[in-house]
Nanobody, 119 residues
C-alpha cells in the first residue's frame, strides 16, 4: 500500500515562507505526476500545484508566482515552497499522485500538514 507522508507545515506570519515535503512510498515515483492540494475549513479540497514526470509544473491562479512545486526522484519526495504567504493560504495541505488521464488523485490521502498564516 502506497503511503503519503506530508510534513513541514506550521504557523507563520503573513509574508512568511514555508517548505512542505511529501515522501511517497512507491516504486513508480519517477514516472508519476504529483500534485499538492489544500483544504480550508468548510471548503472543498482544491488542487494547488502539479508536476509531471518531466518536471513541467502547473499552478492554481491563487498561488501562481508565490508557490513552487518541485520533486527529487532520488528521494521519492515532492516539495512545495510557499512564499509571500497570505491568511487565505491557511489550510491542511496534502499531496497525491495525479492521474494523467483523469487528472484525479490516485492514492488514499495521507494525514496532511497544517499551514496556518496569521495576519
Amino acid at each position: 500500500q502506497v503511503q503519503l507522508v506530508e510534513s513541514g507545515g506550521g504557523l507563520v506570519q503573513a509574508g512568511g515562507s514555508l517548505r512542505l515535503s511529501c515522501a511517497v512510498s512507491t516504486r513508480v515515483f519517477s514516472i508519476s505526476a504529483f500534485a499538492w492540494y489544500r483544504q480550508a475549513p468548510g471548503k472543498q479540497r482544491e488542487l494547488v500545484a502539479s508536476i509531471n514526470s518531466g518536471g513541467t509544473t502547473s499552478y492554481a491562479d491563487s498561488v501562481k508566482g508565490r508557490f513552487t512545486i518541485s520533486r527529487d526522484d532520488a528521494k521519492n519526495t515532492v516539495y512545495l515552497q510557499m512564499n509571500s504567504l497570505k491568511p487565505e493560504d491557511t489550510a491542511v495541505y496534502y499531496c497525491n499522485k495525479l492521474s494523467t488521464t483523469t487528472y484525479a488523485p490516485v492514492y488514499s490521502w495521507g494525514q496532511g500538514t497544517q499551514v496556518t498564516v496569521s495576519s
